[in-house]
């Protein structure tokens, strides 16, 4: 049987294909699964605020640097990728591990409730079609300029895919769900922000030295 590729490794460069990026993510992957585990919500949190901080500033870069004149419809769907990611995790400073106190995270943390849960799990969602809509747009764009952006939004796009794969186990195990170990071990795991950082900037940073994130 043959298995489509996914759409950013078609018009990407090699070295930033989908299987390069599984590659260098794998050591970061290992190395969260004891963490996630038992998805208590406390890990999955800690989970969105190490990644989405990070997301933030790509998704930032990629709208503010890298698109401007080559994209009109990236620069608006990324706009409004922004907004359900700063739902999320608010605005935090570049550098940044913790999400905003009156961001949906910090809310749960503060009080922790299924309704919470349910909302940023939405807001997730809401970011992944808006991430989708940016890589849509991002496929008309010719040349080496346009393989990078193409890339660049995969990665975005993959974390929080990943991300939301936790989120149905995070909900059961607030429940008290037994099964909701066993539904995490089928989860895909996110890689950690350095791994995302590093990513990101060796696909970026040929095309667009001024759009890696720090």
């Not at 963490?35 to 790509?58: N, T, Y």
């Amino acid at each position: 049987m043959t298995h489509a590729l996914p759409l950013w490794t078609l018009s990407g460069p090699r070295f930033g294909s989908w299987k390069w990026l599984r590659l260098i993510c794998l050591t970061a992957l290992l190395s969260i699964c004891l963490v996630v585990a038992g998805c208590s919500f406390a890990s999955v949190a800690a989970a969105l605020e190490e990644d989405i901080p990070v997301i933030l500033q790509m998704i930032t870069n990629i709208t503010t640097i890298m698109a401007p004149g080559v994209s009109g419809e990236v620069t608006t769907a990324g706009a409004l990728a922004m907004t359900a990611l700063q739902i999320i995790c608010g605005t935090p400073a570049i550098g940044a591990t913790k999400c905003d106190a009156t961001s949906l995270v910090g809310q749960y943390q503060a009080s922790p409730s299924t309704t919470i849960l349910q909302k940023i799990d939405a807001a997730l969602a809401t970011a992944n079609s808006h991430i989708n809509a940016m890589l849509a747009a991002a496929k008309g764009i010719s040349s080496a300029v346009g393989a990078a952006i193409v890339t660049a939004i995969g990665l975005a796009l993959a974390t929080v895919t990943s991300l939301m794969s936790l989120m149905p186990a995070a909900t059961m195990a607030l429940a008290g769900n037994a099964q909701a170990t066993a539904l995490a071990s089928k989860a895909t795991l996110p890689p950690r922000a350095k791994v995302l950082k590093m990513t990101f900037n060796a696909v970026v940073s040929p095309q667009f030295p001024l759009a890696v994130v720090h």
